[in-house]
């Protein structure tokens, strides 16, 4: 049977609430008040984009809340979803030194948030485009969490930077991809604007390869940054895949954050393949929006899982069902509708590898199968574009890891399409080296004079970093905070 929204709008709404409610002020200040505002606090060091943490606590504790969502936005622009969707529980929190006695972590994250909303719920304009400018000009492809977080950077280093995404908004998965309870498109967007406000300018609708080339951008611009992500969910490759009611979890998601979420269609009885955080977001949210049964197929066992723990609790405290050790042989099908899974039971042997058992295959009654397998990387995409790019054998872009340079001097990359796939706090601290990196890049060009375009986009230029160990002292620039 053909699958429709089963909610009711208000219905929906509430389900599909943010989880985290946020902090009353007296809630912020007394658990502020916990915070041993650690002497080389390792809660900074487990933070990919640096935030000095205690002193934003600080700020907290001692009622400067626009001061604390300044610390917090200078260092990681994105600092509202990043307090939403960071797994904390590995990074900050995990790093906290009250666990070694035995105490609750500082709530870091929701600390974060409650500054970081402050400003971003009363409007308060932080940052305006900084004064003196460099007259460098980049050009970032994709405007995802690596593209905002390197063009942020590079706004506050004194140079100009334009990102062209391809979608109608910028944010990339945190616009168009993150669990709708987590962090819905609205705290995106006026992440999106507070980018803005540094003086980025962000052109959408714009797909690089398509509506302009790269020797296009290359004539304008002194650099470029790819921030593309990554591609499509992996295929199944079983028959029956191409049945109406079956889809990428990444397409259901993005339906739920274009379409009013009374609107989104969801089966009665879904099946999820696949065991990450992304089947997990999916079936938490089949639930949510109504689905009777959402249920994770997972080849393996529970130890197995490549989700998060925090992230497989959440899902069963939502009703979500598992069924471990079986993978799908076809999708059923009924009246050109999906009415099933036919799958089969697997096992490990004693050196955990996976074999299918013979004659264990059994049918799994369902309306619609949503593919969580993980995304394609992009590159056929990344070849078209820029020919003599380096790229890993997994199909990541090759690039130094402490300031983002490819094999092609002028060539940046960082985030997904670069790590692989990693969280947004990776992702926006990836784009922030990148920046810092370029500025290196340009600093070198003054020295030694300009460089030369050759016309598969590769520079004569001298080796990278000679003479240019100083780290990069962003506030010298950075004259635009209030
Ligand atoms: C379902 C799901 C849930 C997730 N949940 C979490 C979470 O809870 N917490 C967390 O920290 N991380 C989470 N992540 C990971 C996180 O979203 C990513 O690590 C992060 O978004 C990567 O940022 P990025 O900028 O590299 O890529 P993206 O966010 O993918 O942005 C890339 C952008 O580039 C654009 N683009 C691509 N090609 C072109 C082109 N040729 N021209 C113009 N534009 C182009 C795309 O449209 C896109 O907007 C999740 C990921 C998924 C898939
Ligand atoms: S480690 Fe914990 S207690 Fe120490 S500064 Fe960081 S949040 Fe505060």
């Given at each position: ?236 490759d079983i028959p ?57 197929i997972y080849r393996r066992g ?21 069924v471990f050790y079986a993978i799908p042989e076809a999708?059923l ?8 899974l036919r799958l089969v039971r697997t096992e490990m042997d004693a050196q955990r590898n996976l074999r299918v058992i013979p004659d264990s295959a059994f049918d799994f ?118």
């Amino acid at each position: 049977m053909e699958i429709r929204p089963i909610l009711d709008p208000e219905t929906a709404t509430r389900n599909m609430a943010e989880i985290e409610p946020k902090y009353s002020p007296q809630e912020a200040v007394t658990e502020a008040n916990r915070c041993l505002y650690c002497f080389d606090a390792p809660c900074i060091r487990a933070c990919p984009t640096g935030i000095d943490i205690p002193a934003f606590i600080k700020k907290i504790a001692t009622g400067n809340i626009t001061g604390s969502a300044r610390t917090i936005l200078s260092a990681n622009i994105l600092g509202a979803s990043c307090a939403r969707v960071c797994p904390t529980s590995v990074l900050c929190e995990g790093a906290c030194v009250l666990l070694d006695r035995d105490q609750q972590p500082i709530k870091i994250g929701r600390l974060q948030r409650y500054a970081t909303d402050h400003v971003l719920d009363d409007n308060i304009n932080l940052f305006s485009p900084p004064t003196k400018k460099s007259g460098k000009r980049v050009a970032l492809i994709g405007g995802g969490p690596a593209s905002l977080g390197c063009a942020a950077e590079l706004a506050l280093l004194g140079h100009e930077a334009v990102i062209f995404e391809k979608k109608p908004e910028a944010g990339g998965l945190n616009t168009y991809g993150i669990a709708y309870y987590k962090l819905t498109p609205e705290v995106s967007l006026k992440e999106v604007e507070l980018v803005k406000q540094l003086g980025v300018e962000i052109r959408t609708g714009v797909e690089v390869g398509r509506d302009i080339t790269i020797p296009e951008l290359e004539k304008e611009f002194d650099a470029l940054f790819l921030g593309v992500g990554l591609g499509s969910t992996l295929r199944l490759d079983i028959p029956g895949e191409e049945l109406p009611e079956v889809v990428e979890a990444l397409h259901f998601i993005d339906d739920i954050h274009t379409k009013p979420l009374h609107e989104v269609a969801v089966g009665k009885r879904v099946a999820v393949i696949g065991c990450g955080n992304t089947a997990i977001d999916a079936v938490t949210q089949a639930k949510r929006l109504g689905a009777a049964h959402a249920t994770i197929i997972y080849r393996r066992g529970e130890r197995d899982m490549p989700a998060y723990v925090y992230e497989y609790e959440l899902a069963k405290q939502d009703g979500a069902e598992f069924v471990f050790y079986a993978i799908p042989e076809a999708v059923l099908e009924r009246d050109g509708h999906v009415c099933g899974l036919r799958l089969v039971r697997t096992e490990m042997d004693a050196q955990r590898n996976l074999r299918v058992i013979p004659d264990s295959a059994f049918d799994f009654p369902c309306d619609m199968v949503i593919k969580a397998l993980g995304q394609e990387k992009m590159t056929a995409m990344l070849d078209h574009l820029l020919p003599g790019l380096d790229l890993a054998d997994n199909g990541t872009i090759r690039r130094d890891d402490q300031t983002g340079q490819t094999n092609i001097p002028h060539v940046f990359a960082g985030g997904d399409a670069a790590n692989g796939g990693s969280e947004v706090v990776n992702a926006v601290g990836e784009g922030k080296k990148a920046a810092r990196g370029m500025h290196r890049f340009f600093s070198q060009q003054e020295a030694t004079g300009p460089i030369q375009w050759s016309r598969m986009g590769v520079v004569d230029a001298p080796p990278y970093g000679a003479g240019l160990d100083a780290p990069v002292r962003v506030q010298e620039t950075a004259t635009s905070f209030r």
